[in-house]
């Protein structure tokens, strides 16, 4: 894989109001094809800079590319390129799950036709045909994630990013999404992802990033990592680099 799905180049953010930079020369690159993990403490920086990357926050140097793209530049057809899984949900809750993805799937371009036959397989890999019609409010926690997720691929991205997907949710459930990731990604779509499930970063991403305080501390393949730092697994590697516990709050 010598594509880049994203490069970032030297960036620097800083929130208004705060004088201290969050980000100052940061340098990251995501292949296309990576199961590709972020991870650190709370308040190291994670979520920031996967708003960043997927423009909902605006840097003020260097820059970001997706696929070649400057994500500054010609945002309504980047916009196409990639799909976002926030840990907050992004749907309409008065609406059913076929309702939200008419819209988002109407939203992303999307041809009727082709919302109708992405809709009907989603809900069905997802397990909500037989709630296809119902409002999403009444769904439980779990249910709700699988939405969001199925919003998130829509429209086909060639990268997803997700940000805590199965916050909240059964093993069950977590299982099921982690499943439909991994083959998800098999099809070609890269995938990059934040979450506090150690053990579940561990069973989806091949290559890993930590970040703490701002900066990239450790990037390569997790396999890598463990032997150079001659840990067995994620959380103590975490651990190790960090010197912090992992809080999940």
């Known amino acids: 894989m010598s594509n880049a799905a994203v490069r970032i180049n030297d960036l620097g953010f800083t929130y208004p109001r705060q004088s201290a930079s969050c980000f100052t020369n940061l340098n990251l690159e995501v292949q296309e094809g990576e199961r590709f993990g972020l991870f650190g403490p709370n308040g190291a920086g994670k979520t920031t800079l996967m708003n960043c990357m997927t423009g909902l926050l605006r840097f003020s140097e260097g820059s970001i590319q997706l696929l070649g793209h400057e994500i500054t ?3 309504k ?16 809750q008065e609406l059913s799950p076929a309702e939200n993805l008419a819209f988002f799937g109407a939203w992303s371009g999307l041809q009727k036709a082709e919302i109708k036959n992405k809709t009907t397989e989603l809900l069905e890999v997802l397990g909500l045909t037989e709630v296809r019609n119902k409002k999403v409010e009444q769904f439980s926690g ?14 086909n991205p060639r990268i997803l990013f997700l940000d805590e997907p199965t916050v909240g949710v059964d093993v069950h459930t977590r299982h099921a999404i982690i499943n439909y990731l991994k ?4 099809d070609g779509t890269t995938l990059i992802y934040t ?11 091949n290559k890993v990033a930590l970040i703490d305080d701002g900066k990239i501390i450790a990037h390569d393949t997790l396999n890598q990592l463990l032997i150079d730092h001659k840990e067995d697994g994620l959380e ?6 960090t010197g912090k516990s992992y809080r999940n709050t």
């Open 73 to 75: 530049h010609h945002k």
């Open 77 to 92: 057809a980047i916009n196409k390129l990639f799909g976002f899984v926030p840990q907050d949900f992004s749907f309409y």
């Open 142 to 155: 779990g249910m709700k994630r699988r939405v969001n997720l199925a919003i998130g691929v829509i429209h």
């Open 183 to 186: 083959k998800l990604n098999e």
């Open 195 to 205: 979450s506090h499930q150690l053990s579940e970063a561990e069973d989806l991403c």
């Open 236 to 241: 103590g590697l975490f651990i190790n680099l």
